[in-house]
């Protein structure tokens, strides 16, 4: 299976979500009803978001030139483990594997075990030869190398475990906006998808943003009203009773829409339904900081990422900042 055959087969793959045909729907809907965070609009979302930025012919083929991509790698087996915090979140990793011309052998997350599974399965009808490339298991064993994502905790578990084989690990990560105050009105409902879509349980999502002393908050919350609709969803609704409840115990200030709470918090990980803010004085330090902060995935604002852009990753786009393609390229 050459180089352009994989790609081709991609992009049918990429025709076949958008086509949104009952089995896709169907999958969607038995994904949905399996972890309440994966609402089917966010499915349609995310799905969408990898059609035109990982399942584009044009874009893939820029990808493979970039790299000087040919037909005489010497295939190897990669372990995935997959991380399930938001729909599809380990399909950059997939498509980066296939793509270079190695075999894999993926671990799902079990919040997310039907989506992945469904298109390798559509892969498999286009072309029977993906069955030698792509399989799916419980326990990685006997790979060539490796790429794990989980949590801070898990990681250390996957250094251990992984330590003598090449691999990528991925930890614990968060985005942060840094605000001017002079934003208009439509930058700051693109901020507002770049703190609530999927809930805010990606890496890419901002949980705290940065904001000049004197800071008028109501338009902010003003765009948080597009996701209102979070207080009729029981699981964040669950989150967000329960983060005000430990406000209103410690008497800390707080604003908030109804749906969204913001505290000021010198911390970078907020809870699901709570932001926190921080003032500054000094923007060029808090972009400095935030660029050699480890912890930070995506700085929105600041001429870094624009608003809205944060979930809209593209092939370029490493998790971590760790070039996934030159690692597979370099086994």
Same mark, same amino acid.
């Given at each position: ?25 169907d999958?969607?809907?038995?994904? %949905? ?13 995310? %799905?969408?978001?990898? +059609? ?14 970039h790299?000087h ?22 399909? @950059?990793?997939?498509?980066?594997i ?12 079990s ?7 469904h298109?390798?399965?559509k ?15 419980e ?11 989980? %949590?801070?905790?898990?990681?250390r ?9 090449? @691999? ?65 969803? @029981? ?10 409840s ?5 008497? +800390?200030?707080y ?14 990980? %907020?809870?699901?339904? @709570? ?25 929105i ?31």
């Amino acid at each position: 299976m050459n180089l352009q055959v994989r790609i081709n087969l991609l992009s049918k793959l990429g025709k076949y979500i958008k086509n949104n045909d009952f089995e896709w729907r169907d999958i969607k809907e038995q994904a %949905s009803y399996r972890n309440g965070w994966f609402t089917t609009s966010f499915i349609d979302i995310a %799905s969408e978001k990898i +059609v035109k930025e990982f399942l584009n012919e044009a874009s893939l083929n820029e990808w493979a030139a970039h790299y000087h991509m040919d037909d005489t790698i010497q295939p190897k087996n990669i372990g995935i483990v997959m991380a399930g915090n938001i729909p599809l979140v380990g399909f @950059h990793d997939f498509v980066a594997i296939f793509i270079a011309g190695h075999h894999q052998t993926i671990k799902l997350s079990s919040k997310d075990d039907l989506l992945l599974k469904h298109l390798v399965e559509k892969l498999t009808e286009f072309d029977p030869e993906i069955n030698n490339y792509i399989r799916f298991a419980e326990m990685l064993k006997g790979c060539d190398a490796y790429i794990a994502t989980g %949590s801070n905790n898990s990681a250390r578990y996957f250094e251990q475990y992984f330590a003598k084989y090449p @691999h990528i690990i991925r930890k614990n990560r968060t985005s942060a906006a840094l605000l001017t105050g002079n934003e208009t009105a439509p930058e700051l409902e693109k901020l507002a998808d770049d703190i609530h879509l999927y809930f805010g349980l990606g890496c890419r999502n901002a949980s705290k943003i940065f904001v000049p002393e004197g800071y008028n908050f109501i338009p902010l919350l003003k765009a948080f009203d597009q996701y209102k609709y979070f207080e009729d969803h @029981h699981k964040y609704k669950n989150n967000y009773d329960y983060q005000l409840s430990i406000i209103l115990l410690n008497n +800390v200030y707080y604003m908030t829409n109804g749906a969204t709470l913001l505290t000021e918090n010198k911390g970078l990980f %907020s809870p699901i339904s @709570h932001i926190f803010y921080e003032y500054y004085t000094d923007d060029k330090k808090v972009l400095e900081d935030l660029k050699h902060n480890d912890d930070v995935q995506c700085i929105i604002g600041g001429n870094q990422t624009d608003f809205g852009e944060a979930q809209n990753p593209g092939l370029f786009s490493y998790a971590d900042g760790v070039d996934t393609m030159q690692f597979l390229l370099s086994l």
